[in-house]
Nanobody, 123 residues
Framework: QVQLVESGGGLVQAGDSLRLSCAAS????????MAWFRQAPGKEREFVAI???????YHADSVKGRFTISRDKVNNTVYLLMNSLKPEDTAVYYC?????????????????WGQGTQVTVSS
């Protein structure tokens, strides 16, 4: 069973940067698509970015050019580098893993989730 543990969240000011980490353990990490979602209070869980095992990545339009997803296969870790943070980026950020993901923005496509890490951006 895959277990995901996020870290790196915190309180920052607008324009600052943060790097989130998601450490995966359990089954073969390289065969899973790894993604980041976020959920703000009162809103639905929102897709942020995904990294497939073959190296292909995709970012949501709302974060494209500011956020970058990457993965370290040796250490079974996926990262989300967030630059130029805005107050609207404030949310709980979740790491997710899916073995067969076709609709990347759909939370139901993913098999495993982390517990989330809070990111708060002040103006």
């Amino acid at each position: 069973q895959v277990q995901l543990v996020e870290s790196g969240g915190g309180l920052v000011q607008a324009g600052d940067s943060l790097r989130l980490s998601c450490a995966a353990s359990g089954r073969t990490f390289s065969s899973y698509a790894m993604a980041w979602f976020r959920q703000a209070p009162g809103k639905e869980r929102e897709f942020v970015a995904i990294s497939w095992g073959g190296g292909i990545v995709y970012h949501a339009d709302s974060v494209k050019g500011r956020f970058t997803i990457s993965r370290d296969k040796v250490n079974n870790t996926v990262y989300l580098l967030m630059n130029s943070l805005k107050p609207e980026d404030t949310a709980v950020y979740y790491c997710a893993a899916g073995l067969s993901v076709s609709k990347v923005t759909m939370p139901g496509q993913y098999d495993y989730w982390g517990q989330g890490t809070q990111v708060t951006v002040s103006s």
